[in-house]
């Protein structure tokens, strides 16, 4: 079962956690959250070809998201993981693309 995170937050990035994990450096926020960002498109591209390898390319998706706070992301990797579907890759692109908004948003404004 997944853990809560320690302040609920309803947006795709838990912004409280990422700054508890980047030690509030606004820096190491900007740079984390570029490369998940990065990551987070290659790695759909990578499950939208159906590889073998789904399950495994899924739970790191599932672990980068939840060490930035989208947990979103990282629920909706689990559930495709558990059970990998159209429907199940249809809502981790929606999640991924909601936190790459928010993380576009953050980045402009930093």
């Known amino acids: 079962m997944p853990s809560p995170p320690l302040v609920?937050?309803?947006g795709?990035?838990?912004i409280a956690h990422l700054k508890r994990m980047t030690l509030g450096?606004?820096?190491l926020e900007r740079e984390v959250l570029a490369m998940f960002?990065?990551?987070a498109v290659r790695l759909i591209e990578a499950l939208a070809a159906w590889p073998g390898d789904a399950a495994e390319i899924a739970h790191t998706l599932n672990g980068s998201a939840r060490a930035i706070g989208a947990f979103k992301v990282a629920e909706a990797a689990e559930a495709f993981e558990a059970s990998p579907s159209a429907e199940t890759?249809?809502?981790l692109k929606?999640?991924?693309a909601q936190a790459r908004?928010?993380?576009d948003a953050?980045?402009?404004?930093s």
């Open 8 to 10: 609920p937050d309803d």
């Open 12 to 14: 795709p990035i838990d």
């Open 25 to 27: 450096d606004a820096a």
């Open 37 to 39: 960002a990065g990551q």
């Open 89 to 91: 890759l249809a809502v």
């Open 94 to 96: 929606q999640a991924v």
């Open 101 to 103: 908004q928010a993380i």
């Open 106 to 109: 953050a980045l402009r404004r």
